[in-house]
């Protein structure tokens, strides 16, 4: 505890009495100064116990005190200390009333007290505080690290919030709580959520404080440039001095503890990587061998791979190729570490499924791979609900905010594989980089697989390429029938649908079947195609089932 006036009342050689403010003598003393000046307030930091004579005031004046007094308190001076014997034999009335009228702490200082010796109480009993205040901390920092040594982050949580006389949490990356203490304050932690994200699109390190119920305060963990935790402490009051060592302590220890867990983690992306090279490459005994007991689980059950890109890389893709393309089933490049910034959507998938994964004890293996992010997750698991969960979201802002450009850097374009095993590994990233070039096309965040299976080819032909295609195959056609000779189109879908049987699609359009005869004949001349050859009937009625679901 700093020095109060009670404690320098309480001063047996300081020979102290109070004569006004008797109530508030529990504030705090930053520092005892004395000054003759009929104006100290410009040299005030505030916390000060002012020490004066009068020499320079009338402080039998009730008006020139009462201004006097009135600006100490405004400046925040917590206590006046008033030398009798020296300029006048007592305290002047017109002073006590002042003091009293503003709740001023006003204290009578004997002749025989010198002013230099409150000034070395006061600093003497600051220095005591401080070495108290460092002691504690450095007790705290042990108690901390032996925690964090014996029972790791959850053990470190609770001996801090012990420590602070209140609550702490801890956040993973995605902002979710990993561990709390007390119990009760799991719920707390919980609404503190959005507090979390705001924090964590700061660069490191970050803190910030929250009222409420309690004072908060927010730090970030991690020494990059996207936070890769957060550490919440609650308390009644503010901290002191040793709990604010208590706290850079754990943040020290959780940093420190981050790191690790990043080089780890960094060590099992690359074991991660040849494993699945080995899957696509058609070596599943091998991949178990090189996954152990880190992915094995994972192999051992159905998965899917899902395929991820951001939405700019996508439409660049798309832009070069005019196509999505399955290169050998394989990634293109070798594993990178995915960037650790703000606005990296790859980045941020990353995070959200291996968040997901440890919080269901699942097993998730994430791959960087250039542009791309290749995982493997069980099927049904809580990695591939978040996925879709975090692609649903997508969606939603995207279509609130429509004039946001499909490839703004913030999107993802996501391809999701069937159920698969090891086996049909090269098989499954087919599917997910075929679902991937389904998703770009359709400007949707992700795609499932079974979704194209499952589902009619005619969605497949809602492209630019394809409907170019059907309105260069059918011009003529639309053109012919636009000068009234005859209705081309509508004849050769009759007899497409009817599969070519003349006397059925002749009835469906109401004219003989001559007549129809006749206007495939045309149809053929105009054309310049057979329409005996199957390829050019397909053609023909795609380009048609294009044209009508356009509108044409």
């Known amino acids: 505890m700093p020095p109060t006036l009670a404690s320098l009342i309480h001063h047996s050689a300081l020979k102290l009495t109070v004569r006004a403010g008797e109530d508030r003598l529990d504030v705090p003393v930053r520092w005892a100064h004395a000054s003759e000046l009929a104006d100290p307030v410009p040299y005030m930091e505030g916390g000060e116990l002012l020490l004066i004579t009068a020499l320079k005031l009338d402080a039998e004046d009730p008006d020139v ?7 100490l308190v405004g400046a925040g001076v917590v206590g006046l200390g008033f030398a009798v014997g020296v300029n006048y034999e007592e305290i002047p009335k017109a002073l006590v009333d002042a003091a009293e009228e503003e709740g001023l702490p006003l204290l009578e200082v004997p002749r025989r007290t010198p002013f230099l010796a409150i000034s070395k109480a006061v600093s003497a009993a600051i220095a005591a505080d401080q070495y108290r205040a460092v002691t504690a901390g450095f007790a705290a920092q042990r108690e901390l690290t032996k925690q964090a040594l014996s029972a790791g982050p959850e053990g470190l949580i609770a001996a801090l919030a012990g ?34 994200e705001r924090l964590r699109e700061r660069p490191a390190p970050a803190s910030s404080v929250v009222g409420g119920e309690d004072r908060v305060e927010l730090h970030s963990v991690g020494t990059g440039r996207r936070p890769r935790a957060a550490l919440a402490v609650g308390t009644a009051a503010a901290l002191g001095t040793a709990e604010r060592y208590a706290v850079h302590s754990a943040i020290a220890l959780l940093t420190l503890t981050t790191e690790r867990s990043r080089s780890l983690h960094a060590a099992e992306q690359r074991i991660g990587a040849a494993v699945l090279r080995m ?28 395929l991820a890109e951001s939405a700019s890389a996508s439409a660049a893709r798309a832009h070069a190729d005019g196509h999505a393309r399955v290169a050998d089933a394989k990634p293109s490049k070798a594993p990178v570490a995915v960037p650790d910034t703000n606005g990296d959507p790859l980045g941020g998938l990353a995070e959200i499924v291996e968040s997901a994964a440890a919080r269901s004890g699942e097993s998730v293996l994430v791959v960087p791979d250039g542009e791309r992010l290749v995982v493997l997750a069980v099927d049904g698991g809580a990695a591939v609900a978040a996925c879709g969960e975090h692609a649903v979201a997508l969606d939603a802002a995207r279509t609130v905010a429509r004039e946001q450009p499909v490839g703004d850097e913030d999107e993802l374009v996501v391809g999701l594989s069937a159920p698969a ?14 679902a991937l070039s389904v998703a770009r096309r359709r400007g949707r965040s992700l795609v499932e697989h079974e979704e194209l299976a499952a589902g009619s080819v005619l969605p497949l032909l809602a492209d630019d390429a394809v409907r170019a295609f059907a309105d260069g195959l059918l011009r003529a056609l639309y053109e012919h029938d636009a000068t009234g000779r005859g209705d081309l189109v509508a004849s050769l879908r009759a007899w497409l ?14 004219v003989h079947r001559h007549t129809l005869r006749y206007r495939m004949r045309r149809v053929e001349e105009i054309l310049g195609r057979s329409l005996d050859d199957p390829d050019v009937r397909m053609e023909l009625w795609l380009a048609l089932k294009t044209t009508a679901a356009v509108g044409e």
Not at 172 to 184: F, I, L, N, Q, Y
């Open 421 to 434: 095993g090891p086996i049909a590994a090269a098989a499954a990233y087919k599917q997910a980089e075929q």
């Open 163 to 196: 420590q602070v006389d209140g609550w702490a949490a801890l956040y993973d990356a995605s902002g979710a709580v990993v561990a709390t203490a007390p119990e009760w304050a799991g719920r707390r932690a919980a609404r503190l959520t959005s507090d979390v």
């Open 65 to 71: 005190m009462r201004r006097y007094v009135k600006r």
């Open 279 to 306: 899957l696509l490459a058609g070596q599943p005994e091998h991949a178990r061998t090189v996954a152990g007991d880190l992915y094995g689980e994972l192999l051992d059950a159905p998965f899917r791979l899902i």
């Open 497 to 510: 649908s009817r599969h070519g049987q003349w006397d059925a699609a002749a009835a469906d359009l109401g």
